[in-house]
């Protein structure tokens, strides 16, 4: 694989991906793994295996992106995540709208005009609850894989309302609900519930223009994609690669370099 015309790397706070566009920006090759304490050591295998799969990468432009972005020495140029989602996103879908991006430990919503330009945006990273870290923790509590969580969820009609507004009294909450004899999946509703009418609310701050669309790990999970169109009454556009969109974007704003 030769024709990687530039590179963009995201390190998220859950995961940090790579990704190689050619000179049309499709993404031609990839890499997503758990971001790791030693950031530096991962960029650079990152980088290692990008040589591998393109050969030499000298005078290819890297941006990167993401919360440990400034970690990354090797990029020509740092970029925020807004900036890099809305990037990807109109890359892929040609028009505006609100992206919802829910990753590990934060959560965006941008409203981005039908040129691919950001008009405004709202950001949670001070608050778990709203974000994938609310769900990964009930996940491993409950013993329920990760990839489970949200299938579980839309099994039932039953819905247990959660009414802590924290990631550890939810946990808490959960425990105690569980001892009383309620339906895991029950409460499984419940926790999706409340993660989709945080995100609603962070939703009517920007004002939301549709389509929705929806990025981030926790994209995958349908019972999120389920209740946000439940919630806002729009339906959820899905990109192919949710969980690429940022670092897509940020190898996209490098070929414009
Ligand atoms: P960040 O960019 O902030 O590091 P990501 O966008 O990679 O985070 O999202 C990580 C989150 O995605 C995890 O906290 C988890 O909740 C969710 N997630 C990851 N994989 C899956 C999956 N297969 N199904 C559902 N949720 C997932």
């Given at each position: 694989m030769s024709?990687?015309?530039?590179?963009?790397?995201?390190?998220?706070?859950?995961?940090?991906?790579?990704?190689?566009?050619?000179?049309?920006?499709?993404?031609?090759?990839?890499?997503?793994?758990?971001?790791?304490?030693?950031?530096?050591?991962?960029v650079e295998r990152f980088l290692e295996q990008a040589r591998g799969a393109a050969g030499p990468l000298a005078g290819i432009p890297l941006i990167a992106?993401?919360?440990?972005?400034?970690?990354?020495?090797?990029?020509?140029?740092?970029?925020?995540?807004?900036?890099?989602?809305?990037?990807?996103?109109?890359?892929?879908?040609?028009?505006?709208?609100?992206?919802?991006?829910?990753?590990?430990?934060?959560?965006?919503?941008?409203?981005?005009?039908?040129?691919?330009?950001?008009?405004d945006f709202v950001m949670n990273d001070k608050c778990s609850a709203g974000t994938g870290r609310f769900l990964e923790n009930t996940a491993s509590r409950l013993q329920v894989p990760l990839e489970r969580l949200g299938a579980e969820a839309l099994s039932v009609t039953e819905e247990t309302s959660i009414s802590s507004t924290c990631t550890?009294?939810?946990?808490?909450?959960?425990?105690?609900?569980?001892?009383?004899?309620?339906p895991l999946a029950a409460i499984l509703r419940g926790l999706h519930r409340a993660l989709a009418r945080r995100i609603t609310a962070m939703i009517r701050v920007v004002g939301l223009v549709p389509p929705l669309m929806l990025s981030g790990g926790v994209a995958q999970n349908a019972a999120?994609?389920?209740?946000?169109?439940?919630?806002?009454?729009?339906?959820?556009?899905?990109p192919r690669y949710p969980q690429l969109v940022g670092a897509h974007g940020a190898a996209l704003v490098a070929l414009e370099e």
């Open positions: 024709n990687i015309k530039a590179l963009g790397i995201d390190i998220g706070s859950t995961t940090a991906k790579i990704v190689a566009i050619d000179e049309s920006g499709q993404m031609t090759w990839h890499l997503l793994e758990q971001a790791e304490p030693r950031l530096e050591a991962q992106t993401g919360y440990g972005r400034r970690l990354v020495r090797q990029a020509t140029r740092q970029v925020t995540e807004i900036s890099c989602h809305a990037r990807g996103i109109y890359h892929e879908f040609a028009h505006g709208g609100t992206l919802v991006d829910i990753g590990g430990q934060d959560s965006k919503v941008i409203a981005i005009n039908a040129d691919g330009k950001v008009l550890v009294f939810a946990e808490s909450e959960v425990i105690s609900l569980i001892a009383n004899g309620v999120i994609q389920r209740m946000l169109e439940q919630e806002t009454g729009e339906k959820v556009l899905l």
